[in-house]
T-cell receptor, first 113, second 111 residues
Framework: EAGVVQSPRYKIIEKKQPVAFWCNPISGHNTLYWYLQNLGQGPELLIRYENEEAVDDSQLPKDRFSAERLKGVDSTLKIQPAELGDSAVYLC???????????FGPGTRLTVT | KQEVTQIPAALSVPEGENLVLNCSFTDSAIYNLQWFRQDPGKGLTSLLLIQSSQREQTSGRLNASLDKSSGRSTLYIAASQPGDSATYLCAVIDGNEKLTFGTGTRLTIIP
């Protein structure tokens, strides 16, 4: 069974440029999460989806970050414009439901120069 | 606000030894606790999930315990191997179904 798929694995952009990350969760998983992980820290939730609905986006900086999960399957996270402080690893995870075991993708390492 | 703490931040032990990693959380109203490992530059791999009604879970050489009332969990690794070297993270799911992570323990097994 395929795990959570993310692309790209690495991205280097200049500040003020836009960037997008893509995630395909495990088949059948209704809940999808986007996390941000800074070096030496645990992941922090950005947004959680139950099917197509964003049920928790309280930590998403909405002035520059946006996300969508249009058909309740794969999802895209966008940053526009990127800032130097956005350099981090962006992780996607999925689970059957909100209280179930979460499975993580390999992450996208973003470097903003 | 839930806070999760893992001490120590780093640990080195000789190969073959048994070891314990610690995790504590401030709000005992959790649904479950999950232990992950993270290899450098990689995503998180789920190791064990303990439901709030359970006291422990075992998988191979790993055993995780949960004392919900005191806000503590331990991950026991038996007969450590160099391949066990990684960062180990614990995380708890609270009443809002939010997963809160600790900062991890970086484990090094010395051959």
């Amino acid at each position: 069974e395929a795990g959570v798929v993310q692309s790209p694995r690495y991205k280097i952009i200049e500040k003020k440029q836009p960037v997008a990350f893509w995630c395909n969760p495990i088949s059948g998983h209704n809940t999808l999460y986007w996390y941000l992980q800074n070096l030496g820290q645990g992941p922090e939730l950005l947004i959680r989806y139950e099917n197509e609905e964003a049920v928790d986006d309280s930590q998403l900086p909405k002035d520059r970050f946006s996300a969508e999960r249009l058909k309740g399957v794969d999802s895209t996270l966008k940053i526009q414009p990127a800032e130097l402080g956005d350099s981090a690893v962006y992780l996607c995870a999925s689970s059957l439901g909100g209280r179930d075991e979460q499975y993580f993708g390999p992450g996208t390492r973003l470097t903003v120069t | 606000k839930q806070e999760v703490t893992q001490i120590p931040a780093a640990l080195s032990v000789p190969e073959g030894e048994n070891l314990v990693l610690n995790c504590s959380f401030t709000d005992s109203a959790i649904y479950n606790l999950q232990w992950f490992r993270q290899d450098p530059g990689k995503g998180l791999t789920s190791l064990l999930l303990i439901q709030s009604s359970q006291r422990e879970q075992t998988s191979g050489r790993l055993n995780a315990s949960l004392d919900k009332s005191s806000g503590r969990s331990t991950l026991y690794i038996a007969a450590s191997q160099p391949g066990d070297s990684a960062t180990y993270l614990c995380a708890v799911i609270d009443g809002n179904e939010k997963l809160t992570f600790g900062t991890g323990t970086r484990l090094t097994i010395i051959p």
